[in-house]
Structures are given as structure tokens and as C-alpha cells.
Nanobody, 121 residues
């Protein structure tokens, strides 16, 4: 069983930045791809970014490309999401997700509890 704990969410003004972190309680974190998803009020959960086990391959949703950066530190069992140039449309609960092997665009096996990001205009 994999447990994920997100941190770093909060309230920020438009144009600001936040860095989310997701700590995984798993012995072999390098065996898992990771991703971030988000769900805004009244909307379905959507893909934000994903990263392969080594951190060498990343993908982003078009809406965040050029503003968000996903990264990971396998020595710390942690995946990050650096979010810059935030706008109110980025307001959502952000979820960390990890999956053995590759990360499907629809999400993988293990989910965190979510962390709220609110961007004020």
C-alpha cells in the first residue's frame, strides 16, 4: 500500500507562485511514475502534469504548459509541482498520484488526499 501526503497549497494572488510537494511512503519510489491532477468546483478532475520514474520525461496539460514544472527527488520519495504565474482559473484541489510503471493520462492507482490552491484576482 502506498500513502501520499501533499503539502504546499494555500491562498495566493494572481501572478504569484506556489510549490506543491507530495511525499510517498513506499520503499521503491523509483518504480512509480507520478503525476498531479486537479479538480475545480463543479468540474471533473483533470490531468495537470506527469513525470516518469527517472524524471527524464514530463508531460503537461496545455493550460499549464510553460507555467508549471513537475519534478521529483527519488532519494526523498517526493514529487513536486512548481506553479508560477498563477491565475484564478488554477483554483482547485490538487491531487498527487503515483502508479507502478507508467502514468496514464487518466490517473493511476494511488491518490493523495488533495491540497487546496486558491488564486485570488
Amino acid at each position: 500500500q502506498v500513502q501520499l501526503v501533499e503539502s504546499g497549497g494555500g491562498l495566493v494572488q494572481a501572478g504569484g507562485s506556489l510549490r506543491l510537494a507530495c511525499a510517498a511512503s513506499v520503499r521503491t519510489f523509483r518504480n512509480y511514475a507520478a503525476g498531479w491532477f486537479r479538480q475545480a468546483p463543479g468540474k471533473e478532475r483533470e490531468f495537470v502534469a506527469r513525470i516518469d520514474w527517472a524524471g527524464g520525461s514530463t508531460n503537461y496539460a496545455n493550460s499549464v504548459k510553460g507555467r508549471f514544472t513537475i519534478s521529483r527527488d527519488n532519494a526523498k520519495n517526493t514529487v513536486y509541482l512548481q506553479m508560477n504565474s498563477l491565475n484564478p482559473e488554477d483554483t482547485a484541489v490538487y491531487y498527487c498520484n503515483v502508479n507502478p510503471g507508467i502514468m496514464p493520462i487518466t490517473g493511476g492507482k494511488y491518490w493523495g488526499q488533495g491540497t487546496q490552491v486558491t488564486v485570488s484576482s
